[in-house]
């Protein structure tokens, strides 16, 4: 490799990180759309939902509706923080963080449980790997089919023992969510038999 190739080599990395986690996708609504847009030499969003989806059994679909529920492809997502007296900021809702909103503690047993203790929650193939972890697991669990994106959302957004005792019921943000993601799963699913 030339001298120029070695020193240009961390400059197309960083300039691949930031096109691939920088800015939220043009077009959300359109699973096609954002694969084609997040193709690129050092980013592959189909390969990466493609291979979390042979590797846990879950549909692309069911993956990119849940990711687009959550936080709408935005890298760094978070919560709302808490306001005090209109202008001192508090903590925030949660730990929810990245493209799958997923909570600091569900996140440190997903690195134990897997040993992938290098994954981050604002690195695309990492967040839809979790993401089809967490559905299989729900499946195992819970007895939710892979291909069900309403109840496997309700299953993500209230956690396993909160679904199992059904206080997503009482949670309005739980069902616009689940109903959410089905809708754009069904959306999903039919634009992809169409994607080149």
């Known amino acids: 490799m030339s001298y ?10 960083a300039l691949g990180l930031l ?11 359109n699973t096609c759309a ?25 549909p692309v679909s069911v993956l990119m509706a849940t990711i687009q529920a959550e936080s709408n492809f935005e890298a760094g997502a978070r919560p709302p923080r ?3 007296l209109g202008f001192i900021p508090g903590k ?8 799958a909103q997923a909570l600091d503690g569900t996140w440190t047993e997903y690195q134990k449980r897997t040993g992938r203790y290098g994954d981050r929650r604002n690195d695309f193939a990492d967040a839809i790997r979790f993401i089809a972890w967490y559905h299989a697991d729900s499946n195992r669990r819970l007895g939710i089919a892979k291909t069900d994106a309403y109840r496997l959302y309700l299953a993500y957004h209230s956690g396993h023992a909160g679904y199992g005792r059904g206080v997503w019921r009482e949670r309005a ?12 799963e069904r959306r999903y699913a039919a634009q992809l038999r169409t994607c080149r």
């Open 173 to 184: 943000e739980a069902m616009r969510g689940a109903k959410r993601a089905q809708a754009m």
């Open 34 to 58: 954002i694969f084609e847009e997040r193709s690129g030499l050092l980013t592959d969003w189909r390969r990466d939902a493609e291979r979390a989806s042979a590797e846990f059994g879950v």
């Open 92 to 99: 925030r809702i949660s730990t929810a963080y990245g493209y």
């Open 19 to 29: 096109s691939g986690c920088a800015s939220i996708p043009r077009n959300t609504a």
């Open 82 to 84: 808490r306001w005090y």
């Open 4 to 13: 120029h190739a070695k020193r240009l080599l961390p400059l197309l990395a």
